[in-house]
C-alpha cells in the first residue's frame, strides 16, 4: 500500500506547486526614475515595468502549470493568473505583454533584459526520485517605459 501512495503523494504535492505557478506585472510610477540616464529616454519620465512568469513541468517537458499573462481591456493590464496543463512561460509571451503595455500607455521601450532560470527538485525529496520528475521554469523580462514624442513635436525639433 505505502508504495502505491507513494507516487501519488508526489503528483499530488507537484499539482499544488503547480497550482501555484504565476504571471506578475511589477512597475515603478512614472517619474520616479527622474535624474536617472537611461539610453534612449533622453531626460523625460520614465517607468519601469518587470514581468515574470513560473511553469512547473513533469519530466521537464509536459506543462502542469504555468503563469498566464492575460490582457485585461477594461484595466488596460495585464492580469497575473495561472494556467494548467499549458506552457506560458517563453520570452514571446513576455515581449507580447511588455509591448502591449507600452502601447496603451504611448511608449516606447528601452534597455530591455531578459532572464531565465529552472529548478529541479530533486534535492528536497527522499531519495530525489521523485524530485527528479519535476522541475520549473522561470523567465522574466525587463524594460524601461518613455512617452513617445507627439509627431508635431518630432517635426518641429527635425525642422530647427
Known amino acids: 500500500m505505502r508504495r502505491r501512495l507513494l507516487p501519488l503523494v508526489g503528483v499530488t504535492a507537484a499539482l499544488i506547486a503547480g497550482a501555484t505557478g504565476c504571471a506578475s506585472v511589477y512597475s515603478s510610477s512614472q ?6 540616464a537611461y539610453k534612449g529616454a533622453d531626460g523625460v519620465s520614465a ?3 518587470y514581468i515574470k512568469t513560473t511553469g512547473y513541468y513533469f519530466f521537464w517537458t509536459v506543462p502542469l502549470a504555468s503563469g498566464d499573462l492575460r ?4 484595466t488596460k493590464s495585464i492580469n497575473g493568473g495561472t494556467r494548467l496543463f499549458n506552457d506560458m512561460v517563453g520570452a514571446t509571451e513576455l515581449q507580447d505583454a511588455m509591448f502591449k ?3 496603451t500607455r504611448n511608449c516606447d521601450v528601452v534597455d530591455v ?3 531565465d532560470s529552472d529548478t529541479s527538485f530533486a ?3 527522499t531519495g530525489g526520485l521523485i ?5 520549473s521554469s522561470q523567465m522574466g523580462i525587463s524594460g524601461v517605459l518613455v512617452p513617445r514624442k507627439e509627431k508635431a513635436t518630432v517635426r518641429e ?4
Do not use: P
Open 123 to 125: 534535492g528536497i525529496s
Open 113 to 115: 533584459s531578459f532572464f
Open 131 to 135: 524530485g527528479a520528475m519535476f522541475g
Open 31 to 36: 517619474g520616479s526614475l527622474d535624474g536617472l
Open 101 to 103: 503595455i507600452a502601447e
Open 157 to 160: 525639433e527635425g525642422a530647427k
Open 71 to 74: 490582457w485585461n481591456d477594461e
Open 47 to 49: 517607468e519601469h515595468v
